[in-house]
């Protein structure tokens, strides 16, 4: 059965999903990238950046766990690139295909959330971008017609995962919880009851360089 998730989403000990001040030099936010420290030795993110080795323990097995049977994902302008406005025809950013090069690590067609009309972009490995101006109920029906049987994953950023959340409709959670203390930046959690949703924690496992929570209803 379709379950609609957020896997893998990287937190700081405060409750900050992001850094501030996104741009080209800083995709995540300032000091965002260090909320993502224990993912990125793991095997599975080695791997879906072709690259070998990785490490075999408690945050790969949680890692790969974010990544499997994903049919569909749906991400928010901001996690697709530091764009903002209408789409530009010309200038450095007009051919803009989104953070990851020529090969995404979706591999499954991604819903984008925005305000302005795109065509859909082909990329290698099987990933294709649709841009969504209807808002989240269009795009979680798109993406329920594009996964089939699979798993449905909100990407983010915090604010499309808060969305989501106030909708009622995501399954399950998984939280990496980075020790990292940011300070400032996107926060999770803010306008959110997760008790009030429903929500309880149901794992709790200290991997090498995250603490991992997961939430279901």
Not at 111 to 139: K, Q
């Amino acid at each position: 059965m379709t379950k609609i998730r957020v896997g893998g989403y990287s937190i700081s000990v405060d409750g900050f999903g992001a850094g501030p001040d996104q741009d080209l030099d800083n995709p995540l936010g300032v000091r965002g990238k260090e909320l993502h420290e224990w993912a990125f030795g793991t095997k599975t993110f080695r791997t879906m950046f072709g690259e070998e080795g990785g490490s075999t323990g408690i945050d790969e097995s949680y890692a790969a766990r974010a990544m499997h049977g994903m049919g569909a994902w749906i991400l928010g302008r901001n996690m697709f690139g530091p764009v903002r406005g209408a789409w530009p025809s010309e200038g450095p950013n007009a051919d803009w295909k989104g953070w990851w090069g020529d090969t995404p690590p979706y591999h499954c067609p991604v819903f984008v959330l925005t305000h302005h009309a795109r065509a859909s972009i082909e990329m290698n490995g099987g990933t294709v971008f649709h841009f969504v101006t209807g808002g989240i109920d269009e795009a979680l029906a798109r993406a329920k017609e594009a996964a089939g049987a699979r798993d449905i994953r909100i990407g983010g950023g915090p604010a499309t995962i808060r969305q989501y959340l106030q909708a009622g409709v995501i399954d399950e959670l998984h939280f990496a919880v980075a020790p990292v203390v940011l300070g400032g930046g996107e926060a999770m959690f803010a306008g959110i009851d997760l008790p009030a949703l429903g929500y309880k924690v149901t794992e709790q496992t200290q991997g090498e360089n995250a603490m991992h929570i997961v939430l279901t209803k």
